[in-house]
């Protein structure tokens, strides 16, 4: 069975940073793309980043690029979101989802974690 476990979210002042986890497991972690995706109150969920274990492609939102960065530990089977210089409007519950095929934003996942609310004060 696929599951994906989000964790890693929390309050924190405008400018700080926060690390998000993916902890995933029942499946081949190597093969697969790992997406994480927010979505605020009244608003659509947006991807924000991939990696693909695979290849080691990744992507980014523009609205996040410079800022979050987006990496993987295959040993522990688990993809990291770093998020840096964090704004008001990054506030959302993220969540992170998994399936095979490229890495890039806007693309479909079969799989999907729960989510773990960031909050931002400004």
């Known amino acids: 069975e696929v599951q994906l476990q989000a964790s890693g979210g929390g309050l924190v002042q405008a400018g700080g940073s926060l690390r998000l986890s993916c902890a995933a497991s029942?499946?081949?972690?190597?093969?697969?793309?790992i997406g994480w995706f927010r979505q605020a109150p009244g608003k659509e969920r947006e991807g924000v980043s991939c990696?693909?274990?695979?290849?080691?492609?990744?992507d980014y939102a523009d609205s996040v690029k410079g800022r979050f960065t987006i990496f993987s530990d295959n040993a522990k089977n688990t993809v990291y979101l770093q998020m840096n210089s964090l704004k008001p409007e990054d506030m959302a519950v993220y969540y992170c989802?998994?399936?095979?095929?490229?890495?890039?934003?806007?693309?479909?996942?079969?799989?999907w974690g729960q989510g773990t609310q960031v909050t931002v004060s400004s």
């Open positions: 029942g499946f081949s972690f190597d093969d697969y793309t």
């Open positions: 990696i693909s274990n695979d290849v080691g492609t990744k």
């Open positions: 989802a998994a399936d095979l095929g490229d890495c890039y934003i806007g693309r479909h996942y079969d799989y």
